[in-house]
């Protein structure tokens, strides 16, 4: 190969390598993950019965809603004192996905619509969108429980990484 052949391959190479990186993987210019949150309450009190939620799976006014039904939470009685409640709350609020700066966020917001605060993540249009190949046999298989154990599949899920190459199906 002729040295400025050589030349203009390395620098077409760079400038896509450039592009790649400055579009952080996303349409629209953002990342397509849910940015990392922490707080040490809701990670002790929100993972005892299920895999931890990321705060920008839901709008504000569905967390409002869930914060203010623990007592009848699926089923379950998972109250807490009033200040843990609280700080939970804040926390979930502050973090959700119509206060989340990111792509995934904004579409599971648009996918709701505006009278509805659904409690489950998973009985969104957004959720049911991107899982229209899976059968209701999978999601009920062993392995996974239900629809809503996201982490079953997605090995990233408690850190908001729901990207395509972490999705395995267990048997
Ligand atoms: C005592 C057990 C228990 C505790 C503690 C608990 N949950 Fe749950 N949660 C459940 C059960 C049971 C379900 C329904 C799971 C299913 O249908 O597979 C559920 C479902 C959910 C869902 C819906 C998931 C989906 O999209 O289908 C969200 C969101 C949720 N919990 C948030 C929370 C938060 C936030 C906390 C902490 C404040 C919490 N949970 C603490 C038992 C619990
Ligand atoms: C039975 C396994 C399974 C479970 C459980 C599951 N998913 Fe998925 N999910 C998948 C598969 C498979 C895909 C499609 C991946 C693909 O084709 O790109 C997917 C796609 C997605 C995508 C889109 C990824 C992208 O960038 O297009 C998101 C977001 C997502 N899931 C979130 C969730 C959430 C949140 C939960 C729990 C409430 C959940 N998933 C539960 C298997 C699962």
């Not at 579409?107 to 619509?113: E, T």
Request: charged share 25%.
């Amino acid at each position: 190969m002729k040295k400025w052949m050589q030349f203009l391959l390395l620098v077409a190479s760079v400038s896509s390598a450039g592009a790649l990186l400055a579009s952080g993987g996303g349409e629209e210019g953002d990342s397509r993950q849910l940015p990392p949150v922490a707080n040490a309450k809701w990670k002790a009190e929100c993972s005892s019965c299920h895999m931890l939620y990321h705060p920008g799976l839901l709008p504000e006014k569905s967390w409002q809603k869930l914060m203010a039904g623990l007592d009848r939470h699926f089923g379950e009685n998972a109250a807490l004192d009033a200040p843990t409640r609280d700080e939970i709350s804040r926390f979930l609020t502050a973090n959700s996905a119509d206060k989340l700066d990111n792509r995934r966020s904004r579409r599971i917001v648009q996918s709701i619509p505006a009278d509805a605060a659904p409690l489950r993540i998973s009985e969104t249009a957004y959720f049911t969108a991107k899982h229209d190949e899976i059968s209701a046999t999978t999601f009920k298989r062993k392995s996974v429980g239900s629809a809503s154990n996201c982490a079953a599949c997605h090995q990233g899920a408690e850190r908001g990484d729901f990207s395509e190459n972490k999705v395995r199906i267990p048997r």
